[in-house]
């Protein structure tokens, strides 16, 4: 019944901040700065680190993810006692420290992602292999991907093809493997095409996008063939990390050389090749490798703050029990209570999930909750 009441609430919620965009923030991962710096999204200002240096061992940190529960798995490739890497969990509202989530079979770690089936898997840097580990206890489940001539692997892509895409830094070559079982399928792009590769992604006109690291390019090629198309971009200092933006835009981290280039953000429209720096002064940046977009008041991941995410709120709210960002404890302190209402109606964004929110018929106590929502609204309104 409480669940159903709170629902009410969206149709208020719909019409008062149907205007308000989502807030997200960019966090790149400082290499040697062993911490994680976050910037704002739109304005590239520098808005402080989200995991502060050495917090939980992080040593070198490089690959990130979102996990299934809404926290943030960092590939610390030097962290651990021995210094062959850890995956560390954070807290995906706070950036806290939570715990070392994997440890065994690591060499290195460069990359990671959770994979189709929900397993994570992790590039190996110093041990030629993809990984892959239980996604609730962290218990490593063996090699998963190894052979073909993998050699240093910087990256890696699933893709909806049903296969598993590996940059392959020291073959020069970007090789495919089955997504299902790990077998070796092919080579997708040889060394004659691409040299040194890292970040991957596919662009929203289709295009695979591989960075070449000792280049300094961006090459381009076809998704599905691996053919090459051009050298999309040159004159990068050290291109390592690649993603998409929420408009389409590339981003490319890039390392810098220490001395007179420092570390930054790229962002290119692919529509045209311009670029622009996605990240401004502040927040020193030493071997920036890979990127993640943070998103306020998201339970499912999408990049929205939307309906589904409200229901997922309301579902939980004031249970018993310790909850995670997935679950709608969105400011990270363990309930779901009105704090993580806030955060979720502070980053609301109006989509076709919020639309189909089933709005029931009021009860009494609904009325007086809406209400007294109503006025808040109203107050927030005259304060701004």
């Known amino acids: 019944m409480q669940a159903t009441s709170l629902r009410l609430v969206a149709l208020v919620v719909i019409l008062a901040l149907a205007t308000a965009s989502a807030r997200a923030d ?58 062959d ?3 560390l969990r954070y807290n995906g509202a706070t950036g806290a420290f939570i715990d070392v989530f994997a440890s065994d079979g690591l060499a290195q770690p460069s990359d990671l992602d959770f994979g189709p089936d929900g397993d994570l898997y992790v590039a190996n840097f110093g041990g030629a292999t993809v990984e892959r580990y239980n996604p609730q206890t962290g218990a490593h489940l063996g090699s998963f991907a190894s052979g073909g001539g993998l050699s240093a692997p910087t990256a890696l892509r699933f893709s909806d093809d049903g296969f598993l895409y590996v940059s392959s830094f020291s073959s020069d070559q970007v090789l495919r493997y089955s997504a299902t079982s790990g077998a070796f399928d092919k080579i997708f792009i040889d060394s004659t095409n691409i040299a040194t590769p890292a970040g991957q992604v596919v662009g929203p006109d289709g295009n695979l996008y591989v960075i070449d690291l000792v280049g300094g390019n961006i090459e381009r090629f076809n998704a599905v063939t691996g053919a090459p198309i051009d050298t999309f971009a040159t004159g990068l ?34 529509s045209n090749g311009s670029s622009t720096q996605a990240t401004g002064p502040g927040g020193l940046l030493l071997l920036p490798s890979q990127m993640l977009l943070l998103t306020y008041g998201d339970a ?16 939980n709210f004031n249970l018993p029990g310790t909850y995670n960002i997935a679950q709608g404890d969105y400011n990270g302190d363990g309930k779901v209570d009105g704090a993580d209402y806030t ?42």
């Open 237 to 270: 200092s050290f291109p390592a990390g690649a993603m998409l933006d929420r408009d389409g835009a590339l981003l490319v981290t890039e390392l810098g050389d220490l001395k007179t280039i420092p570390g930054r953000v790229m962002r290119f429209d692919l």
């Open 85 to 87: 890497g850890q995956i």
């Open 300 to 315: 499912n991941g999408d990049g929205l703050a939307d309906g589904a995410d409200y229901t997922v709120w309301a579902d």
């Open 343 to 384: 955060v979720w109606a502070d980053n609301f964004t109006s989509g076709a999930a919020t639309a189909a929110l089933a709005i029931p018929e009021p009860t009494t106590g609904a009325l007086a909750l809406l209400g007294g929502l109503t006025l808040l609204l109203a107050a927030r309104r005259r304060r701004a």
């Open 26 to 83: 960019l966090l790149v991962s400082n290499r040697l700065g062993n911490a994680v710096a976050r910037y704002n999204e739109t304005t590239g200002a520098f808005q402080g680190n989200f995991v502060t240096a050495g917090a939980g061992g992080v040593s070198q940190p490089v690959g990130m993810r979102r996990g299934p529960d809404g926290n943030i798995y960092v590939a610390a490739q030097n962290a651990g006692p021995n210094g």
